[in-house]
């Protein structure tokens, strides 16, 4: 069994014992509007791996748009504040434009995410991404359609792993 496979059931073990109670789960996600074709499929891999992890009781799963992902830390401020959510997830598509912005975007909305979780307690997730390389052709398109997928289900993986470890020190 490899290391994955050992805190995937851990993960499952502390979770379903001591965080599911008597409540269903409920996780924000928060998407920017841009490339919005391909951000979109890093929910379809969030929302598609939470029903494979929470069989029968999937978390109740509200999204929420943004232009772009500049604007995702304000939102994920203003959820976590606003109270029952579990978790929180991030999705955008960071692109170089050619006027080398995209480097301090990034940066600002990681940073902006960090400190929401760390201000309110709540957990915050990212599948905010930024590739070296980007450019519209269907190469890039399809390769980075199908990352945000696999970005997306890790990123729910990530959810239960956290909220695993979390309950374990309540519980």
Known sequence: MNQSDTSHSIANKAYSATTRGQKG??????????????????????????ARLWPGAPPDIEVHA???ALEIPLLAQSLARRGGVDAIVACALV?????????FVAHA???????VQLDSGVPVFSVVLTPKDFHEHATHRDFFTQHFVTKGAEAARACQQTLAAHAALVG
Do not use: S
């Open 25 to 50: 789960l409920r996780f924000a996600f928060v998407r920017a509007v841009w490339h919005a074709d391909i951000v979109q499929q890093g929910q379809a891999g969030f929302v598609a791996e939470c």
């Open 66 to 68: 943004v232009p772009g």
């Open 95 to 103: 692109v170089d434009g050619g006027i080398y912005r995209h480097d």
């Open 109 to 115: 909305v990681i940073d902006g995410l960090m400190r």
